[in-house]
């Protein structure tokens, strides 16, 4: 955020309602019970895994053909971590491997499990960064 004030004088922040970048650490989620086995989980739930703000560039930007030149764009962030409402299937994988889903990239191999459990962990992500901009069509291609 800085470098893209500093280099390109946009502007991000993410100071809209109910949106706050603490939220995306692990720690700051509601604790789920019953406290055993979750104890384990529940140091590791992050409030939620999607913030959003606003982009706001020194210069109108023509984002598409179809829309007018504006100033002001949404950023979507999503940080892959833990969150209770995540399906129990991924809330299983996460207790049996405790660094998930911040395991190594030295190993490209992924077994079956491992695979599924970030299949699964990108599928929620997307569909929760998707309740974002609920308004939005089907098919039609946007820049923000």
Not at 14 to 34: H, T
Not at 36 to 58: D, K, Q, W
Not at 115 to 125: E, I, S, V
């Amino acid at each position: 955020m800085t470098l893209a004030y500093e280099d390109l004088g946009v502007k991000i922040t993410f100071e809209e309602k109910g949106q706050n970048l603490l939220d995306l650490v692990p720690g700051s989620a509601e604790p789920l019970s019953p406290e055993e086995p979750m104890a384990a989980l529940n140091a590791r739930f992050s409030a939620t895994c999607v913030v959003h703000g606003t982009i706001e560039y020194p210069e109108e930007i023509t984002f598409s053909p179809d829309t007018p030149p504006g100033t002001k764009g949404t950023i979507i962030f999503v940080k892959a971590g833990l969150t209770p409402d995540m399906p129990y299937e991924l809330l299983s994988y996460a207790l049996q491997e405790k660094a998930f889903p911040r395991q190594a990239t030295f190993d490209q191999w992924f077994d079956h499990s491992q695979f599924d459990a970030y299949r699964a962990l990108g599928h929620h992500m997307g569909t929760e960064a998707g309740k974002v901009r609920p308004g939005r069509r089907r098919g039609v291609r946007r820049w923000w």
